[in-house]
């Protein structure tokens, strides 16, 4: 009898380790090894294909993607103008965040446009969906549902049955019998996603696949399985305020670190303005506008610091929306540069509306933020803050300032804290290229 052969694998990144290890050496992830049996039968000898066109891409004409435009805005715009026929589209996210809801009020809008679309659901059964259908108040939509967690079942409707659009929800929860290992785990997820885009590209069958996310945010499963879909979507935002944030982070058909607003309500997400996401016009310390870019979007988003005396012998640093590193390098700056005595303070610093930022953009309105709390002064009134802080202390320009002004001045924005030099009638401009300029103003 033949020895069974086995390795472990990474749930987290996909690394292969031939005996368990408590941590990935790769992505540092703590218990994220499992052991899968290698399938060691024989495969047969393919011959090489004959006859593989080579073509120059200068005789290559190029083909405008098929799209279909759902009507809701926000998702149209994630995905860059609309569903690509053919393609592969993985939405992620956290348990309760708007997954499914999503997907089945897109299913309504695809059947009442008379195109074929079949549900798989390896996670609830039939009287689920339709309980939560009926939530929605699209209960009587012609739409195929099928219950199952074999992939075969899957593949053969698939191949028997032409259907415009095939919903995945969701890939942790499939498994197919050519692969040994259980439902979940990183061999199952690759294969049954490497034929779903083979017969997406085959049959031109558009695929939505439902995934998952561990407690770090990323979606569970190796990243070799986003790197072999067409679109990978995530599903973000504050559970308390019922915000949804779906940012695209990859797209073969369109610009990436787009995102679309949506609200969670009793008939499920409808699309919003970002304007909602600001919380309110008083004008407290601690709060400051500044307008980022994300895709081919600008929106401005509101920035809150705390700075109070710590009562410990290190201060607390806590960031929420933001990168920590950044924030202790602007305090850190503040303090050095600009002579701020913060360093014995805690900081605690939050982007209003659960959105997540990264843009240097931003540095100007975190640095005034904390500069506001500090003193116990608010800012002056419809101002907004744009430019990247450097450790010398400088402030630089950022790209796309006069559209990001211009956003500004949709919502009747007239004070505008950023470097460089713009004269126009409607606004006042305050050139700010250090930070002590900035502390000067305030």
């Known amino acids: 009898m033949a020895k069974i052969k086995s390795h472990f694998v990474c749930n987290q990144c996909g690394a292969i380790s031939p005996k368990w290890v408590g941590k990935c050496p790769e992505c540092g992830s703590w218990n994220s090894f499992t052991e899968e049996i290698i399938d060691t039968k ?3 000898n393919q011959s090489t294909p004959k006859n593989i066109p080579i073509k120059k891409l200068s005789s290559i004409s190029g083909i405008e993607a098929d799209r279909f435009i759902t009507g809701i805005k926000e998702f149209d715009q994630v995905l860059g103008g609309g569903i690509v026929k053919g393609s592969v589209i993985l939405i992620g996210g956290e348990p309760g965040i708007g997954k499914s809801t999503i997907i089945l009020q897109i299913s309504a809008i695809l059947t009442n446009k008379r195109k074929k679309v079949i549900y798989f659901s390896g996670e609830e059964s039939y009287s689920q969906i339709k309980i939560r259908a009926d939530r929605l108040g699209i209960g009587n939509i012609e739409l195929d549902i099928v219950s199952t967690n074999s992939f075969e079942n899957i593949q053969e409707i698939l191949k028997s049955n032409f259907y415009d659009y095939a919903i995945i929800d969701s890939i942790q929860t499939f498994y197919s019998e050519e692969i040994s290992s259980a439902a979940g785990t990183v061999s199952q997820i690759k294969h049954i996603t490497h034929n779903l885009v083979e017969i997406a590209k085959t049959i031109g069958t558009t695929i939505f696949i439902i995934g998952q996310v561990t ?3 990323s979606i569970a499963g190796p990243k070799v399985l986003e790197h072999l879909v067409d679109t990978v979507l995530y599903f973000e935002g504050d559970y308390n305020r019922g915000i949804r944030i779906l940012r695209s982070v990859k797209n073969r ?15 499920g997400l409808k699309e919003i303005s970002y304007k909602e996401l600001l919380i309110s016009n008083s004008n407290y310390s601690g709060r400051a506008l500044t307008s980022v870019m994300e895709g081919t979007r600008f929106f401005l988003v509101e920035v809150e610091s705390l700075v109070t005396p710590t009562f410990f012998n290190f201060s607390k640093r806590i960031a929420n929306g933001f990168d920590l590193n950044r924030l202790n390098m602007i305090a850190a700056i503040l303090e050095k540069r600009g002579g701020l005595n913060i360093a014995n303070h805690d900081i605690y610093l939050s982007i209003a509306g659960g959105l997540k930022i990264n843009e240097p953009a931003a540095d100007l309105a975190i640095s005034a933020s904390l500069i506001s709390a500090f ?8 101002s907004i803050f744009i430019g990247e802080v450097s450790l010398t202390g400088e402030v630089r320009q950022v790209s796309n300032l006069k559209n990001r002004i211009n956003e500004a001045l949709k919502l009747n924005i007239k004070n505008i804290f950023a470097p460089g030099k713009i004269e126009e009638k409607d606004l006042n401009f305050y050139s700010i290229n250090n930070i002590i300029d900035l502390i000067k103003y305030l």
């Open 42 to 44: 024989e495969t047969k």
């Open 375 to 382: 003193k116990n002064t608010p800012l002056p009134e419809s």
């Open 253 to 267: 058909f369109g610009p990436t670190n787009e995102v679309g607003f949506f609200e969670m309500s009793d008939k």
């Open 215 to 217: 407690k770090e945010g």
